[in-house]
């Protein structure tokens, strides 16, 4: 029995969520989502009843199922929460002469390379650069804002020693001491 599976998702006020085999499409003042819902993986089925989604799975003895079950649940929640709230995800440069910058539609680096690199921004999620050393990813599509942000971030993850580089808000860097000199 997955226990992520079977919690109801609340619709909030101001939400559509319009359910036709197999699309899902949630509405909200953020923006539209669609999904296709996958029955194959496992034998389950969707209800919309009382301001609430719930994901049945009609197999709960296969452990497929069972992940399937929550999987489906969790993006299903997470097209809700975008398209209400929305999601962000703040970056952190760390270095001397690191900055970002806005050109037009790109987003501009100078991370200590020979020449700055140009990122360009996808549908659906929008950057903003409020000082030079912070990036802010929002969008109402959690993976596609997760997956902007990571590839920020791979253009100079943070080393160990000095800590510079790009990195998470939140994250910690464990460091390294440097080298020790001659006894």
């Known amino acids: 029995m997955s226990r992520i599976g079977n919690l109801p998702i609340d619709i ?4 559509k969520v319009n359910y036709s085999h197999p699309k899902v499409v949630v509405e909200g003042p953020k923006g539209k989502l669609e999904m296709e819902v ?9 209800k919309i009843e009382d301001g609430k989604i719930i994901v049945v799975n009609k197999d709960p003895e296969n452990n497929r199922a069972k992940a399937f079950h929550g999987l489906t649940r969790s993006l299903i929640n997470n097209m809700v929460i ?10 952190k440069i760390v270095g001397v002469g690191y900055k970002a910058q806005m050109q037009g539609k790109k987003l501009v680096l100078n991370l200590g390379y020979s020449h700055p690199i140009e990122c360009d921004i996808p549908e659906g999620v929008e950057i903003k650069v409020p ?17 902007v942000a990571s590839n920020i971030r791979k253009k100079r993850p943070p ?3 000095k800590g510079k580089g790009v ?17």
Not at 12 to 15: A, D, K, Q, S
Not at 39 to 44: E, K, Q, R, T
């Open 131 to 147: 000082d030079p050393n912070t990036i802010v990813v929002s969008g109402i599509d959690k993976r596609l804002v997760g997956q």
């Open 82 to 91: 975008g398209v209400s709230k929305g999601y962000s995800k703040t970056l």
């Open 12 to 15: 909030p006020e101001g939400v």
């Open 38 to 46: 996958n029955f194959v993986n496992f034998p389950g089925e969707l």
């Open 167 to 183: 990195m998470y808000e939140n994250e910690r860097i464990r460091r390294k001491a440097g080298k020790v000199g001659a006894k």
């Open 159 to 161: 080393e160990p020693y």
